[in-house]
């Protein structure tokens, strides 16, 4: 079966329902509190196992409740928990405000996820088995690095969401096979408005590049072929929260079961598409024969 390893984060995600999110200075009141785990790791390796691999989950988690009930909702999921180690104080948090057109604003405390900051014991030895490292930015950035540096020692290939948007230092670019940007990552990246122009330029960076374009779809560029606009299945979307997440970890299992590039985008497409017609990120995620009939559709 195929083996994908997350280096990353785990969060629960504290998500406010209304039906327009505020402006700045303003109150408004929403329809629903709801506490769902989640996080940008948490959400790829339970994309992943749900999607049909063996995950496992590298990072960490606080000695408090949410905690506990991050660590259970991974391995309820089939992820592998072994090293995503507990540390003193909280767990991380993401503060999440849903609208009612599905589209939504994110403020992230680290919590135990900025105790990342190296790769520990044993760790190298786990990415060393793997098909694919998954890797994202809500850990401290010198562990994202030895992480992809160790998979790159080991013939293992890297798959990087860059988000929370930031500057990727060379070291990093150096060992990242497949970069995953939405729209806004890819034009803060590059200074670039068009998602074709921001592929191209990262595609200078890295040798493939998807940049995922919401409801349209996703753009695939790969040195030395031509590009791939790959749409989206049309659905209605209630909550977009983890769709990214979804979409990367069920390309991730479809490339390491090697299906042609093309195959592989619709297909995460269509779990991603799943994913955003139900509320919450990790709750959200399709299980593999759901996949294949939204796939197949």
Same mark, same amino acid.
């Given at each position: 079966?195929?083996?994908?390893?997350?280096?990353?984060?785990?969060?629960?995600?504290?998500? %406010?329902?209304?039906?327009?999110?505020?402006?700045? #200075?303003?109150?408004? %009141?929403?329809?629903?509190?709801?506490?769902?785990?989640? #996080?940008?790791?948490?959400?790829?390796?339970?994309?992943?196992?749900?999607?049909?691999?063996?995950?496992?989950?590298?990072?960490?988690?606080?000695?408090?409740? *949410?905690?506990?009930?991050?660590?259970?909702?991974?391995?309820?999921?089939?992820?592998?928990?072994?090293?995503?180690?507990?540390?003193?104080?909280?767990?991380?948090?993401?503060?999440?405000?849903?609208?009612?057109?599905?589209?939504?604003?994110?403020?992230?405390?680290?919590?135990?996820?900025?105790?990342?900051?190296?790769?520990?014991?044993?760790?190298?030895?786990?990415?060393?088995?793997?098909?694919? =490292?998954? !890797?994202?930015?809500?850990?401290?950035? @010198?562990?994202?690095?030895?992480?992809?540096?160790?998979?790159?020692?080991? #013939?293992?290939?890297?798959?990087?969401?860059?988000?929370?948007?930031?500057? =990727?230092?060379?070291?990093?670019?150096?060992?990242?096979?497949?970069?995953?940007?939405?729209? *806004?990552?890819?034009?803060?990246?590059?200074?670039?408005?068009?998602?074709?122009?921001?592929?191209?330029? !990262?595609?200078?960076?890295?040798? &493939?590049?998807?940049?995922?374009? #919401?409801? %349209?779809?996703?753009?695939?560029?790969?040195?030395?072929?031509?590009?791939?606009?790959?749409?989206?299945?049309?659905?209605?979307?209630?909550?977009?929260?983890?769709?990214?997440?979804?979409?990367?970890?069920?390309?991730?299992?479809?490339?390491?079961? &090697?299906?042609?590039?093309?195959? @592989?985008?619709?297909?995460?497409?269509?779990?991603?598409?799943?994913?955003?017609?139900?509320?919450?990120?990790?709750?959200?995620?399709?299980?593999?024969?759901?996949?294949?009939?939204?796939?197949?559709?």
């Amino acid at each position: 079966m195929t083996h994908i390893v997350v280096l990353g984060s785990t969060n629960m995600d504290l998500v %406010t329902y209304v039906a327009t999110a505020p402006q700045r #200075g303003e109150t408004v %009141t929403g329809r629903e509190f709801r506490t769902i785990p989640g #996080g940008k790791g948490s959400n790829q390796a339970i994309a992943a196992a749900r999607a049909g691999a063996t995950a496992s989950m590298i990072g960490a988690v606080g000695n408090d409740a *949410y905690g506990l009930r991050l660590r259970e909702t991974l391995e309820h999921s089939g992820v592998d928990t072994d090293f995503l180690r507990t540390v003193e104080g909280p767990s991380g948090t993401a503060h999440i405000v849903v609208d009612d057109e599905g589209g939504n604003a994110i403020v992230v405390i680290p919590g135990a996820n900025g105790t990342v900051d190296h790769l520990s014991p044993g760790d190298e030895g786990l990415i060393a088995t793997a098909d694919a =490292l998954l !890797l994202q930015l809500e850990i401290p950035l @010198a562990a994202v690095v030895a992480g992809a540096e160790a998979a790159r020692r080991h #013939g293992v290939r890297t798959v990087l969401t860059p988000s929370p948007a930031q500057p =990727l230092p060379p070291e990093l670019l150096a060992v990242t096979d497949l970069l995953v940007p939405n729209e *806004y990552e890819a034009v803060l990246l590059t200074d670039r408005t068009d998602p074709r122009e921001a592929a191209a330029a !990262l595609l200078d960076l890295v040798p &493939e590049v998807v940049v995922t374009l #919401g409801a %349209t779809g996703c753009l695939y560029l790969r040195r030395g072929a031509e590009p791939l606009v790959v749409p989206a299945p049309h659905v209605t979307a209630v909550d977009s929260t983890g769709a990214g997440d979804t979409f990367a970890g069920a390309l991730a299992v479809a490339l390491a079961e &090697e299906k042609p590039v093309r195959e @592989a985008l619709s297909w995460a497409a269509a779990a991603a598409a799943i994913s955003v017609q139900r509320e919450g990120a990790s709750v959200s995620m399709p299980y593999r024969p759901e996949i294949d009939k939204q796939y197949g559709a």
